[in-house]
């Protein structure tokens, strides 16, 4: 568990599981090749569920939606890096 802060000074938790703030952004290519994994692993037989998301999510980004702000930050280079930010127009 840990407390974001959004770059507008807003904090919130990611401790609620599945957290209401956290996305994955996978790219179109990524996530082809997450559900190829993911079938490949079903078709020999492994215990897919808990897998999944894991899968999934070491295909893309992490990103939140700032509850207050609704700021997307992406942690492009892994959580514990900055986040890049972006703010709705
Ligand atoms: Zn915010």
């Known amino acids: 568990m840990a407390t974001i802060i959004c770059s507008g000074g807003h904090s919130f ?3 609620e599981i599945p957290s209401p703030y956290e ?5 179109d290519i990524n996530l082809g090749d997450a559900l190829d994994k993911i079938i490949g692993q079903t078709r020999a037989g ?3 569920e808990a897998q999944a998301g894991v899968i999934m999510s070491s295909y893309g980004h992490i990103a939140y939606i700032c509850p207050e702000c609704k700021r997307l930050l992406v ?3 892994g959580i514990e890096n ?3 930010s972006y703010r709705r127009e």
């Open 13 to 15: 938790s990611d401790g």
């Open 23 to 27: 996305w994955t952004l996978i790219s």
């Open 46 to 48: 492994a215990d897919i």
């Open 75 to 77: 942690f492009e280079n």
């Open 82 to 84: 900055p986040a890049t």
